[in-house]
């Protein structure tokens, strides 16, 4: 299998544009998720879909956030409109299932950069 | 709340010689799983090695074992004869447990292998 894969791995935008980011989990794997890497706020969980729904978004900054998952092999974050302070590594997982225990695999990871 | 607690931000190590972060936690789940994730220059995070908070046993995976004391909340991570590439950010995990997978990170060490 080909892991989790992310695209962008580096995003440069300025400030008020629209930034896609782009997930394919692992086939087979029920759960997906999107965390945001910054150095200030170390590694946050953003949301998570299971079964292609949204099951806790507790965790999205704000309303410029959102996240989309139309199908089992894809998903999207979305953000509208950037702000310099959105300049993180923004990275999805996937697992298989419900148990607490099942391995998160991580993508690559992308590098946004909101001047 | 639940909680990760990595005391040491870096931390060094000779080649071939062996070394052991630290990791604490807190949670009120009885049923929860620790997780250490390694994540090299390349940006990549990539699971080290899992531990089932009911298992008593700890963890191994060739030269990374686990040391979890359950009664403590203590889960450190032990590598053995370090190698260049084991040069990397180092984060423990845990998830929530129950119904979930919804993990939490601790901020990192940064282990650097010395030649």
């Known amino acids: 299998d080909a892991g989790v894969i992310q695209s962008p791995r580096h995003e440069v935008t300025e400030m008020g544009q629209e930034v896609t980011l782009r997930c394919k989990p692992i086939?087979?794997?029920?759960?997906l998720f999107w965390y945001r890497q910054t150095m200030m706020r170390g590694l946050e969980l953003l949301i998570y879909f299971n079964n292609n729904v949204p099951i806790d978004d507790s965790g999205m900054p704000e309303d410029r956030f959102s996240a989309k998952m139309p199908n089992a092999s894809f998903s999207t974050l979305k953000i509208q409109p950037s702000e310099p302070r959105d300049s993180a590594v923004y990275f999805c997982?996937?697992?298989?299932?419900?148990?607490?225990?099942?391995?998160?695999?991580f993508g690559p990871g992308t590098r946004l950069t909101v001047l | 709340a639940q909680t990760v607690t990595q005391s040491q931000p870096e931390m060094s190590v000779q080649e071939a010689e062996t070394v052991t972060l630290s990791c604490t936690y807190d949670t009120s789940e009885n049923n929860y799983y620790l997780f250490w994730y390694k994540q090299p220059p390349s940006r990549q995070m990539i699971l080290v090695i899992r531990?089932?908070?009911?298992?008593?046993q700890n963890a191994t995976e060739n030269r990374f074992s686990v040391n979890f004391q359950k009664a403590a909340k203590s889960f450190s991570l032990k590598i053995s004869d370090s190698q260049l590439g084991d040069t990397a950010m180092y984060f423990c995990?845990?998830?929530?447990?129950?119904?979930?997978?919804?993990?939490?990170f601790g901020t990192g060490t940064l282990l650097a292998v010395q030649p």
């Open positions: 995990a845990m998830n929530y447990g129950g119904a979930t997978n919804k993990l939490i």
């Open positions: 086939s087979g794997h029920d759960y």
């Open positions: 531990q089932e908070a009911y298992k008593q």
């Open positions: 997982a996937s697992s298989w299932g419900l148990a607490g225990g099942d391995t998160q695999y």
